[in-house]
């Protein structure tokens, strides 16, 4: 065989080993992962059991809930690392009983291997934690929102639960915070965590879909009837609802960079632009009004917000985002997390929010 005959077959077959090698990591980053099948039909008219909601009892005297928003954790394993020692160091101060997380845990093709490691990180605590989906969790659909859900479940501390199958999106649930076995507060997470076309055109945030707010309000009145009165409660989801635009419009100081500052009689915190919700109201805050249970609403998604605004009588408030990625997209400027304490003794438990800065101009 001739020199240059060699060399053609010598490229011929680098040529085929590559080819291989893409398909591979191609197969490996786009084969679809489903989940295992998942079928609950829920309906206004069927029985309510308050046995099956998922309760934490108050082992003292309050019940601490440390948010982590927006970790967004992706292919950049230094940040990664970086939003880690994050959380690490505020579950060290925090101590909390329930880690709560509102959306976008992951992101981008990285997920359906990051997401091994955020179990085993979260596993690590040995507390109890309870996600919901935002848009980048489900950015990338061969990583199915339902085949997530399996691995959550499967972790020992997990709360999370795929719900009723015939609601918007995967991971709808209700867990009871309990005191000596009596509810004395309910939380509702609730997945609203992708964008949606409308009428207009415009692509945008979905709203809490009809079916959603019905299972609500069968829940609110179930565990009401169950505990002989209205439970307090609070809601987690991705996406601000349509009045967190409304009362920042209308209670936001604008300063010179044109941030909407939160005055103290109606909240604290800041919003560098205008909430991010959908176009549409659907009706869930109204309806959180006339059962008047919910008391608080936390979402995430807009990094750079950390407002919190009392509104006809509902506080709303963002999770400060945790954890410095995605870089360069997160222009925050303090990251952190939110912590949540549920204090007192039965029906009178008061609640208190807190921004704890990690890193950021307020350090």
Partial sequence: MSKKAKIIKGVKAAAAVLAAAVIAVVGVLFFPLTGEKHIEIWSAGQEFDIEKIQTLEKQRGDFKILMFTDTQLWSDLSKNAECYEEMDALVEKTQPDLIVLPGDVLSALASRFSINNFIKHMESYGVYWAPVFGNHDDEIPSNSLNWQTDKYMKAQHCLMQKGPSNLYGCGNYV????????????????????????????TKEIYVGYEQIAWYEWNVNGIANAAGRVVPSMTFSHFAQPQFRQAVEEYGVQDENGCYVIPEEYGFGYCQYLPS????????????????????????????????????????????????????WNYAKETGGTLITIAGAGEAQNVSIEHIVMNGENR
Avoid: Q, W
């Fill in 277 to 328: 919700a959908a176009p549409v109201d659907s009706g869930f805050f109204d309806k959180c009004l006339e059962l008047g249970s919910t008391k608080y609403m936390f979402c995430g998604h807009d990094h750079e917000n950390n407002a919190s605004v009392t509104y006809k009588g509902i506080t709303m408030t963002y999770g400060l985002k945790t954890g410095p990625s995605p870089v360069p």
């Fill in 175 to 202: 867990i009871n915070i309990t005191e000596n076995g009596k509810p004395v507060y309910t939380l509702f997470m609730l997945d609203n965590g992708r964008y949606t076309e409308y009428e207009s055109g415009e």
